[in-house]
Structure formats: structure tokens, C-alpha cells
């Protein structure tokens, strides 16, 4: 079983006429001003994993600030969800920053999602402000035991549209702040998971961190492959393709370069998804 943990669906209204979001919303505005930066729905995803061979995917909006913003995303998630059950798994999303986001997402799970992600601050990096505010949010996640999908990036390196300026020992105290909790760092985490050689204190720190490979044809070479799974091991490895950024087969051709195994490549491709969503095959 094939599964994307990382991809982004948008409702009708917005993707007619983006503009009218952009009000309250400056992350969503630096995004997605571009027509270039694509917005896609639940047909065109669809399409996709039926062209690429995906099995199923996990679904979440953009983390808006505005209640009015994510709760309608969040039920044209729910409304996905509902229509194809055995292909979509969705989760919740909203600013980390909202104070109520604990309420959202517990009416997000209790309706059907099975986690909470991507969340993300993109006009800054995850300080201290930013993990007090999500305790609320983490500890429902922990009592539900739904996961927590985190937007991470490279602190160095180019720029580019959605790249926060965060640094690595923020993303290392979200993680040691809330170790109870199974968390999923997207894009690699930053490169955090380098630190699982250290001898002391990281590898127990990272014990319930994923890292998903999303956006990784545009930020590393193929090598980080087999360097992450040599570091944290194959199992800590999340296929996530960041649709509609980019299509599935980019990311197949990059592990075949990378020349790992075919048991490695079926833990990162579905395996290791299926486990942390307790997802069983028929």
C-alpha cells in the first residue's frame, strides 16, 4: 500500500477567487498571490493518486488565522472525507497561534480526522510564544492519540515562497517540550534528524518524531535518503509529496537513485504510514 501523508486541498470558493482570502491572512497572501502557485480539490488529488498508483492519502488545508477561514476548510475536509473513506484520511489545520484551535480540533476528530497538521507560522520561526500556545492543542492530540503534522524547514540555504525563518533548535524544543505526543516534521524536519548520531539526550528526545518527505526533489539530493534512514532509521521515513507542489513519480525516481532497498522503500512508501495511523489492509 502506497500512502501520501502530505498533501494540500483547497474548497471551490477559493480556488474560484483566491483574493477574496488574502484579508487577515498574510501567510495565505505570500503563498498563494501567485496564480502559479496551485490550488488544488478533491478530484484533481483524485486523479492523481489513480495516475501515480497512491493508494490513499492524508488531506489538510492551510493554517488560517481567522476561525471563519479554517473552520471552512476544515469541513470541506470533513465533506472529502466523507465521500471517499477508503482513499482520503484527513486532518485538521489552523494557525498554531489561535486560541481556539484546541476546539477545533476536537470537533475536527470527534467528526472523523485523524490528526492535526499542517500547522505552521510562516511570518516566523516556532519561539517560545508559539509552543505555549499550542499546549491546549497538544494535549487533546495526546488524549485522542491523533498525530501532529508541523511545518519545518531548512534554517539555511535559498529562499522561497513558504519558507519560515525558523532555526533548528526551535524545532528541537517543540519536540522536547512535548515528547508524549507522535509528531511529524515535515520536509525532513529541517535536516534535525542529523542529530540522532549525537550520543546523548536527541535520539530519546526524537523517539516519537516522523519526518516526511515533502518538497524534498526541490531541497535535497537523493542521498538524504538513505543519510536520514542510516541516522534515524527507514521507519521514521513519511512519503509525503506536498501535492499539488509535485507529482508522486518525481519522488519515486529519487529513491531509486538513492538506491535504497526494496524493504526500505515499502516502510517509507506505506508502511511506516500505516502503523502510525493503525491502518490495517483488507
Known sequence: MIIDFHTHLFPPELRAD?????????????????????????????????????DKSVIFGFPWERSDNFKRHNDYILEAVGRYPDRLIGFACFSPLSPKGAREAERCISSGLKGVGELAVYGG??????????????????????????????????????????????????????????IILAHWGGGLFFYGLMKKEVREVLENVWFD??????????????????????????????FPLLPAGRYLMEMDSAGISEEHRKKILGENAQILLGITED
Open 125 to 182: 520561526g516556532i519561539n517560545r510564544s508559539v509552543i505555549e500556545a499550542l499546549r491546549d492543542v497538544m494535549a487533546v492530540c495526546e488524549k485522542l492519540d491523533v498525530p501532529v503534522l508541523v511545518h519545518t524547514n531548512e534554517p539555511v540555504g535559498h529562499q522561497y515562497p513558504g519558507k519560515a525563518p525558523m532555526t533548528l533548535k526551535q524545532i528541537y524544543d517543540l519536540v522536547k517540550e512535548f515528547t508524549e505526543n507522535r
Open 18 to 54: 483566491r483574493s477574496r482570502f488574502f484579508e487577515g491572512e498574510p501567510a495565505f497572501k505570500t503563498i498563494y498571490a501567485s496564480s502559479k502557485a496551485q490550488l488544488a480539490g478533491i478530484e484533481d488529488l483524485l486523479a492523481h493518486m489513480d495516475r501515480e498508483g497512491i
Open 213 to 242: 518527505t515533502a518538497a524534498s526533489p526541490f531541497l535535497y539530493r537523493p542521498d538524504v535518503y538513505k543519510i536520514a534512514g542510516g541516522t534515524m532509521g527507514y521507519e521514521k521515513i513519511l512519503f509525503g509529496t506536498d
